[in-house]
């Protein structure tokens, strides 16, 4: 693939494992400071961490990670992964980008390299890992579009934020293209691109939210919802679990949900792939491979780097036609006959 819980202290529990640990590392030793939706979110940070994984078993390396429980946990995880233990250190989120910054600064010989972010002017030591997740919400916007028997669709973010709303921007653009194409009149609610206004719980670790904001979005009419906010989306699968499929589909985001939420999976109608799992392990190699560049990485359709999941147990739900328009969708994205952008 080629791409363009804490102590009384402040330093999480997990911080004074890993330096307990430092004399076991090997050779190289590939370092996760997570944001606050935690390793097993079933989302974000899982995926990250798979990177990690993925480039642990393919290059025989160590790789390790500490948890964010809370924002202020931040500089206190970066802090404890200083001292020449770690030949990269990962950072997960566009929250992290601060006090990113801050650790790389203080430390110009750690090579970093941090996920949902982008620096301008960029950092001597850090690679920006970013995406462009709204080409692959455009076809999953799409696909709601023609699925959906109420015409109408619903959406809401966990918080206001670039790496959040492009998800929401993409979902949009695709159900305006079905409209203007077949000339219906699906609506989206919970998001207005045009005055970046919309429906956010403000955190990403309450499934509770998740299940009030689908039902508020079910009463008025949707019944395929897109929630951008990690865990807290397991809660709106929750509520479509109960209500029944008939009335109610989820689409996932950043994991194919339909086997990082199996209790649930049947409920998704597809995901949106952020694949930060592959990003984060083509940064690990390039580390270990001595090729470390600062910069960006963006991935796209193109390179594989977002994409949408299969449709799983909707197979056969989604009509022949569909499919084969949203093959050409994804084709005229790529080629750049299709714009993205509303």
Request: hydrophobic letters at 40%; charged letters at 20%.
């Amino acid at each position: 693939m080629t791409f363009p819980k804490r102590g009384p202290i402040g330093v999480s529990l997990t911080a004074a494992l890993f330096i307990a640990a430092a004399s076991t590392a090997s050779a190289f030793t590939a370092c996760q400071v997570t944001d606050t939706g935690g390793i097993d979110d079933s989302s974000f940070n899982q995926t990250a961490w798979k990177g990690a994984l993925d480039a642990k078993e393919s290059l025989g390396i160590e790789a390790r990670y500490l948890e964010s429980q809370a924002e202020s946990d931040y500089d206190a995880n970066l802090n404890s992964l200083q001292g020449g233990e770690c030949d990269v250190i990962v950072t997960v989120g566009f929250l992290m980008g601060d006090a990113t910054k801050k650790s790389a600064e203080a430390n110009p010989d750690q090579k970093f390299s941090i996920v949902d972010f982008a620096y301008d002017p960029t950092l001597p030591n850090v690679l920006g890992q970013v995406y462009a997740t709204d080409e692959a919400a455009f076809l999953a916007g799409y696909l709601a579009a023609g699925m959906s028997k109420t015409g109408v669709l619903g959406t809401f973010g966990g918080i206001n934020i670039p790496p959040v709303t492009i998800f929401m921007d993409g979902f949009v653009a695709g159900a305006n293209y079905y409209n203007a194409q077949k000339g219906t009149n699906v609506m989206v609610l919970g998001w207005d691109a045009e005055a970046r206004e919309g429906l956010f719980t403000n955190n990403f670790e309450s499934l509770d939210d998740g299940r009030t904001y689908a039902q508020n979005l079910y009463d008025e009419g949707a019944d395929i919802i897109l929630p951008v906010a990690g865990p807290v989306g397991l809660g709106s699968a929750a509520l479509a679990d109960e209500l029944g499929t008939d009335a109610l589909k989820i689409i996932g985001v950043d994991a194919d949900q339909y086997l990082t939420d199996p209790e649930k999976g049947h409920v998704y109608l597809t995901s949106i792939l952020k694949r930060m799992d592959s990003t984060v392990k083509a940064v690990i190699e390039t580390v270990h491979a001595g090729e470390f560049e600062p910069g960006l990485l963006v991935g796209t359709l193109a390179n594989d780097g977002v994409s949408m999941a299969p449709f799983h147990d909707f197979e056969d739900a989604v009509p022949a036609e569909l499919k084969a328009e949203l093959d050409d969708i994804r084709a005229g994205i790529i080629d750049g006959s299709i714009k993205v952008a509303n």
